[in-house]
């Protein structure tokens, strides 16, 4: 099996303090997960409650990860906070939808959609749907 | 050949003692002075030859070269001498040789290389001085000194010319005169002018420097100095060089009371040939004495001191005192070193022999102060000794160094100075602690009979003891050891003290500061000649770093292997997990009117496989449960949440609950179970009796309808996967199937593809499915053939058919 012959990239900013924005490029597959997931537990350590994970330029991603949007979306309405997926290409909306994930984790179009929402639904741990 | 003089007259001479062997020396006419010394010389053969015949042949290349050389019978022995010892040949052998060439007759080449320059000599004389200079000639050869030399050539040759004295000076190598002997001077005189310094100017010495004979008319007109000027200031003088070989071994001084009217010729050129007799007394006479007739008479003392050397066991110098023109003290001559000589910078004894002592080591006057040393003791007599002194000799401008102990001591007017250079025991002995310090070895030696202990400083370290605590003995070791190294250590003790044969052990010391170090230990027994126990010698060594290297690589190594193992074990372990569980065939399931086939293909790789499962099963209710499932990642873990899935689903099932509901209650399990499970699944309830299938999907991809020419997945249904939230709802969806229409339910390793989304995978798949062949069977063969799949996934299909 090939290994990390798509590299990933991630870059974290903070629109809020207690807010971080993923903006990830590239497959996000059972090469890149792990790298993915240490991004994103390295903000959960640093205190931030939401996640915004803007996948616009993820071509394409399998169940590891996946698997890893939805740890982060079960750390997270613990604390409580929330994930949101923002602007996925067609082809991970395609697998959010098959999975049921969007069920779960709202998809917004833009990251001030996705801060609205943040806004608006501030200490709520549950949600069915967005 | 044979001897062409013979003698006739003898002389009326007094006899003398020769040099060689003692004979009586009647030298009268040359025929007479001849046969004298053929006679002399067939003596002192007879004393080294003791056969005729040898003797005849010698006595006969003498007279071959008497003859051929036109010289002397003794200038021709003193030939035969040399040339005898060049060719280093016995004084019989080579005299055949001598008879041999002059038999093929080519002697004028060899006596034209031998003595040219003496030719003059060899005239035939008949005037009477001539014959006194040979007399002179004679005599001078059978002395033993140069004082007698000068004796005899003022007496016998010297006087009959209106001489009244003469002086024979040797050269020294610096360019000093020394006067070697005189006669017609007065000893005070005499005594006043035993050394002339280089570059005084006198008479003798322009003989010396101008290399030819300086004939002086008077001595005052020239204004230089000489001996016995006060006694004739007018008088002629006569510096003869005295050379032989190319080498000026001095100068024979004349001095006539008045001055002196040029000489003829012959005259001239017989007291050449006596200077040259004189050369020959000068040479011998150094060589015999060394620079001989030096100032303070340091020879005795030095000759007493040198055999007092040679029996030493070191290295031993005897030094004399070298003093400059004014008589300071500037340096000490090298006059002697023993058979022990050793040069510090391993220079061949005959070099450092004879030299200057600051020459041969010139760094002894710096940092070490050997030489102020030596001046020391030879001012003041009292001893000097010292213990590992630093010697440094330059060889090619390179210092070596050397340490040394030294003493220092003076003997009447000479020094004695002995060295004993560390010797190679010693620095290997040195050198050995340096190791032992850095590989941390301590040595030890136990005497068993008197319980004495040695320890070395190092293994006082070792222990963790002060030096000045008492060493702990080889008995007592387990005391000092871990208790789970006692049987390693008994075993040791066991193998020196009772077999006596060397053993070593490895040990864990514990240390009174609380300190573990890993320590081996080796050692030996030494035993007397009764073969009884004597002594136990041996050595600690620290392998504490090394030991934990080889414990760290040793845990690594096992760990490797047994992960390894493991990983193997737990691969296999999944797949059979997997066989057992679900067959990659299933035994059809007997329902009327629908046809039931499953397939199940394992991830090539074995690490890989992973959680997918298939089920279909007739439930009580008559309904046939169909389901697909699909659990995230590989490896033992996926494997066992997928059987507690698949089994879970079977016995909820049974309740007869809706697929929707089913799911639901799978998710509980799911998000139950440890390590945060995913899972997709789809699950569906056929009706035979209505032909319908009811479902629901978990995440996972909806089923596909293959009905005539047309294939098509159902709709996307509402449904979380399993196992994310702890709740969840599952929409549910019924679809009537006809006869003919074939339903898939399949995992996404039949579509899984990176560079394409589901979307198109599917299309792939639907494409497959649509041209169906005859039978189910065939046709979930087809897809698991045609699958366009690139990722190396475990695939699960089940088919359901509409009979």
Redesign the interface.
Known sequence: ?PIAHNPLSVEVSLPRQDVALLTVEG?L?VDTATEFQHHLANQLHHGRRHFLLDLSEVP?M???G??II??V??EARALPGSVHIISPT??VQ??L?????S??VPVSQSVEEALALVDRQPEQPEN?DG | MSISEHPSEPAGVEPRLDTAGGVDVPPVSPVGRLAATVERLSREVRAAQAEAEGRALIELAKGILVERLKCGPAQAARQLAELTEQARMTPLQFAVEVINQAARDRMSEVTDAFLAATAAAGEPVADPAAVRLRAAESEALAADDTQSVADALLEQALRPLGAVAVAIWAAGSDGSLTLAGSAGFSPAEAARWRYVPPDVATVARRGLSERTGQWITSLSETGLPSIGRHHHPDGGRAALPAGTGGRIHGVLEIAWPAPLPPQPPQLVRQMEALAELCAHTLETSTLRHGPAQEPPRVLPDAAELMDLADGLHDPALVLVPHLDGSGHLVDFRIQHVNSRFLDPAGRPRAVVNGALLLEAYPMAAGAGELFRGIERVYATGEPFRARRMNLTALVDQVPLSAIADISISRHGSAVLLIWRIEDETARLASLLQHAQRLGRIGGFEENLLTGEITWNGQLFDLYGRPPSSTPVPLEQLPAHAHPDDAVAIGRFLRTLLHHRRPASAAFRLLRPDGVTRHIRVVAEPVLDTDGRLLLVRGAYQDISAQHWTEVALAATRDQLAHTEQQAHERNRLTLQLQHAIMPPTQAPLQVTGLEVAVRYRPAE?EQLVGGDWYDAVVLPSRLVLLCVG?V??HGIEAATSMVVLRNALRGLAVTGAGPGQLLSWLNIVAHHLTG?V?A?AVCGLYDPARRTLRWAR????PPVLVRGPEAAPLP?V????LG??PE??YEEAEVQLAVEDTLLMYT?GLI?R??R???ESLTQLLTTARHAPSTLDQQLDRLLTYSRSDT?DDTCIVGIRVD
């Open positions: 099996m497959y597959d394409f399998d169940s590891s996946m698997n939805l740890r979306y079960q067609p082809a395609r697998i939808d098959l999975t049921g994930v069920i779960t069915e | 790789t699909d995230a990642g945060a995913t997709t978990a995440g996972h991809l996307l509402r449904g979380m996967l994310a939230v969840a709802e996404d899984e990176r560079d989304s589901v979307e190396d």
